[in-house]
Structure formats: C-alpha cells, structure tokens
C-alpha cells in the first residue's frame, strides 16, 4: 500500500547530451513506482521520456496537454497528468518555442501535485537553459548521468557550480545526490580507468552509484516505448536501477 507524502523533487540533470539522463529518468521513476508514487516531469522538447513512456509528444503537443501550457500558460499542472504510477507530465516541441516567464514557475506550479507523489523526477534538456534553471530551482536533489568520456569530466564541475549558484540565490535546499557513469564496459580497460578517475575527482564530495552496463537491451526497450525494468525485468541493468532506487528511499532524504 502506497501512502503519498510530501514529493521530494530530483532534476536528473547534465549538459551534456546523449549520457543516459532520460533512460535513467524512467527506468529509476518505474522502480521507485513499485513502492511509491511517482511523477515523471519531461522538461525536454525532445519529448523522449514521454515517448519512452508509451505516450506521443505530437498529439499531446497538438491538443495542448504538454507542459508548456502551463508554464507559459493558464493551465494547471494538475490537468496535464497522464498514467498513473509513474504518472508523466508530457513535454514536445512546444515547450522549444516559448521563453518561461521566471525561473521560479515550475516551482510554483508544482505546489498543488507536491502532496501527490512521494518522487517527481525532472528529466532535463541536454543544456543549461531557462527550463533546467527552473528544473534546479524546483529540486530538493540532483542526479547527474554521466558517461565514461574524459571530455564529460569538466562538464560535471561546472553542473557542481550551477548548484552552488543556485543554493546562493535562493534555494538553499538544492543539493546533489550523486553521479551515476551510465554505459558502462567493465571488461574494457579505458572504462575501468575512467570510473577511477572519476571516483578520484567526485568521492571526495559526492556519491558514486554503482555504474550502469552498456547493454544493448535499453533501445530495445525505447523502440518498445517501455523502460527497461519492465520490458525485460532480467536484462542487464536492471539490478543497477533498482539499487539507485532502493538507495534513495533508505537514504535520499
Ligand atoms: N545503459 C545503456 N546502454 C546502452 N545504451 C544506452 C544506455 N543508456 C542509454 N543508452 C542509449 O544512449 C542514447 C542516449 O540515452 P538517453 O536518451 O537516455 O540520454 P539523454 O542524456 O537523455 O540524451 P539527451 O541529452 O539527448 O536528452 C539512447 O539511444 C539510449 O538508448
Ligand atoms: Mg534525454
């Protein structure tokens, strides 16, 4: 039996595209799911986690039910919720087309869904604009995706940065989760030494979780509009997600 609580909010956040931010997104949102409530909130114009999650950004994009026209518009975020649990609230081009009028409104928005969920997860965009600006305003916590790619290393410090700018500017209560290497090949040498390297730079301040294998199974999975943990709950990587999850709910707090 789920009992929701007080969400607290997790912008799964980094400039750099293509590392995992949305695989991660729905497939931490459908294990999280299995034993509390759960929004996915696709702050993306690319619409992939709404895609992913089985729905079309197009249509949604076409009858006014992305999340643009609530947050350049009258509508309540309440209105745009699809599924259950995960629940989404769609993203698609539309949301590329109009400038947000503050950095503050996803968080006001967002304040008659906060006793809904236990989790809302921010899938972020693969750039530091006005809508992830909004995304860490609006967040307890950020998670960062990370490939195994020494040029993503300098990105992270910078990601590091924002979250102390935005701490300064007012909310205080933003802090980071952690760093999760996504695409991992452990028998491959230069990803071995990465992770190291990694760990080297990050550990001394942040958590590492454990990475996340490259396996074939996630686009599978995409091309299926599923999450992997659910399209093929054995496949590798699932486990990796499930333990991101469980972690949370002992120590996320
Ligand atoms: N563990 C994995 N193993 C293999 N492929 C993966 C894995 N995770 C993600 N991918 C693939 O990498 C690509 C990028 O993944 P994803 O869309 O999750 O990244 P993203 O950071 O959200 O990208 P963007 O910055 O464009 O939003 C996708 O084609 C996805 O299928
Ligand atoms: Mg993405």
Redesign the pocket.
Same mark, same amino acid.
């Given at each position: 039996m789920i009992t929701p609580g007080m969400a607290q909010t997790i912008a799964i956040v +980094?400039s *750099? =595209? =293509?590392? =995992? *931010? %949305? %695989? %991660?997104v729905i497939n931490l949102a459908s294990c999280l799911a299995e034993k509390k409530k759960v929004l996915i909130v696709d702050l993306?114009s690319?619409g +992939?986690a709404t895609l992913d999650m089985g729905l079309s950004p197009k249509q949604l994009d076409a009858e006014k039910k992305t999340i643009i026209y609530a947050l350049a518009g009258t509508k309540s975020l309440l209105d745009l919720v699809q599924l259950d649990n995960p629940a989404v609230i769609p993203a698609g081009q539309s949301l590329a087309s109009v400038e947000l009028p503050s950095a503050q409104v996803l968080r006001e928005k967002l304040q008659p869904l906060i006793s809904n969920y236990d989790y809302i997860l921010f899938?972020c965009?693969?750039t530091l604009t006005r809508t992830t600006a909004a995304a860490l305003v609006a967040s307890d916590k950020v998670l960062v995706?990370i490939d195994l790619d020494i040029k993503s290393f300098a990105g992270i410090g910078q990601l590091f940065s924002t979250v102390t700018e935005i701490n300064k500017r007012g909310n205080r209560g933003l802090s980071v989760l952690g760093v999760l290497p %996504?695409?991992y090949q452990k028998r491959h040498k230069h990803d071995q030494a990465m992770l190291e390297q990694l760990k080297k730079i990050v550990e001394p301040r942040f958590k590492v979780f454990t990475p996340?294998?490259? /396996? /074939?199974n996630? *686009?599978k999975a995409?091309r299926a509009s599923q999450p992997l943990i659910k399209f093929m709950p054995r496949a590798r =990587?699932v486990k990796e997600y499930y333990e991101l999850a469980d972690y949370i709910i002992k120590y996320g707090n």
């Open positions: +980094n *750099k =595209g =293509g590392v =995992g *931010k %949305t %695989t %991660t993306d690319q +992939n899938d965009a693969p995706p %996504t695409r996340i294998p490259e /396996t /074939t996630v *686009k995409s =990587g």
